[in-house]
């Protein structure tokens, strides 16, 4: 038995860093895929669907993938300092990273927008936090003005090593499962994590993408899990904030899913590449939806995910409902961050009160005899 000691280690064959690139990891990968046999009886649909639970990273998020390699190759190349924006979860991979790497991190964050958890490890793991008036869109223009000026790395998905990590999650499955998916949900923001997926997917197979842009000569399957077959990639975005579904930017995107509200994704191109050559889709779900999703999985499968994350089951249920996904298909849904990082959402949302009791057994035992 070998410690695991995250993804840079798992597949460096197939990652482009200098040799003597020291990986600074904090474990992450290895997530569970997770068969939701319960909601598909409660649901009524026929498929093998599968969540690939990501919450369980070390930050709680997919970001830990990507900024294992941001950071190392940042690191590497000597930077002292890392810059990037954030609904959340970036900030929080960015500022936990720096710390493991003994670099300075830089987050730029939407003001009032982002969930009490995620802003909580920024400042825990000593991150300089901005908060920027205006969206997530604004941030992402400032710190890409920014790092070109300054001595700062930018580690937003725009930096290519992040979608190099990112890519390791459809590794996973396909070790997994020994054969890709038919169809790949996710939830949409910048689409770096759609396009991340579909490089690992291609590289299992062997096959180009026009997806990967900066490291199109990158291909090496070693001995590791090859498949034949690239699924369906599907994108599923808020209802508020779909600038795919509108064909262009939307200025001021709004949703309950804070992770996602993004308007001018930065991934825009290769997400198309991706949609065309998987014969993938967008699409978007309400948030009325979206937080209905997030209920149900909590309680028919023991899953909490974030609003964001259930993005992807839910328009993965409404497909195969409506036959969109046939029937009998296997599809995996990435759920991207962890529940826990987002607790207001929850308790502002309309579940059973509390039950207070005397400190006497009979009251309790009361409790249970009404319920049992
Ligand atoms: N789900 C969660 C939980 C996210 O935090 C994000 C992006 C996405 C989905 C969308 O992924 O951008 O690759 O399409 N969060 C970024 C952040 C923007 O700052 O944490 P994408």
Redesign the pocket.
């Known amino acids: 038995m070998t410690r695991y000691t995250g993804i840079i280690d798992a597949y460096r064959s197939r990652m482009p860093l200098p040799a003597d690139a020291k990986a600074i990891s904090l474990g992450e990968g290895r997530t569970p895929l997770i068969k939701l046999d319960n909601l598909v009886r409660h649901e009524g649909v026929e498929a093998d669907l599968y969540v690939k639970f990501e919450g369980t990273n070390p930050t709680g998020?997919?970001?830990d993938r990507g900024m294992t390699m941001a950071v190392t190759e940042a690191v590497h190349r000597g930077a002292k300092a890392i810059l990037?924006?954030?609904?959340?979860?970036?900030?929080a991979a960015a500022a936990a990273y720096a710390a493991r790497a003994g670099i300075k991190s830089f987050v730029l964050i939407p003001e009032g927008k982002i969930a009490m958890g995620k802003l909580a490890q920024a400042v825990v793991h000593g991150a300089t936090i901005v908060q920027v008036r205006g969206n997530?869109d604004d941030g992402m223009r400032l710190v890409k003005e920014v790092s070109e000026t300054s001595p700062v790395a930018l580690v937003?998905?725009v930096n290519p090593y992040r979608l190099q990590g990112q890519k390791t999650a459809a590794f996973e499955i396909v070790e997994a499962l020994g054969r890709a998916p038919d169809y790949h949900c996710?939830?949409?923001?910048?689409?770096?994590?759609?396009t991340?997926h579909w490089l690992g997917y291609s590289e299992s197979a062997g096959l180009p993408t026009a997806a990967d842009s900066h490291f199109a000569a990158h291909s090496t399957i070693g001995n590791f899990a090859t498949v034949t077959t690239r699924p369906h990639m599907v994108g599923y975005q808020a209802a508020g904030s779909a600038p795919f579904m509108r064909g262009g930017p939307v200025k001021d995107p709004e949703t309950v899913a804070t992770?996602?509200r993004?308007g001018n994704?930065q991934?825009w191109d290769l997400a198309l590449h991706v949609q065309t050559e998987s014969k993938g889709w967008f699409d978007e779900c309400t948030d009325a939806e979206i937080l209905a999703c997030q209920r149900l999985l909590a309680e028919q499968e023991g899953v909490f995910c974030?609003p964001?994350?259930a993005t992807s089951l839910a328009g993965a249920l409404r497909d195969l409902k409506s036959g969109k996904i046939p029937a009998g298909s296997t599809v995996v849904c990435t759920l991207?961050?962890n529940g826990m990082k987002d607790p207001d959402i929850i308790l502002k949302g309309g579940f059973p009160p509390m039950i207070e009791v005397d400190a006497v057994k009979s009251a309790v035992e009361r409790v249970l005899v009404d319920r049992l």
């Open positions: 998020s997919f970001k990037c924006a954030s609904t959340g979860n970036t900030s997530f937003n998905s996710l939830p949409v923001g910048n689409a770096g994590n759609i991340a992770a996602i993004i994704p991934s974030e964001a994350s991207t961050g």
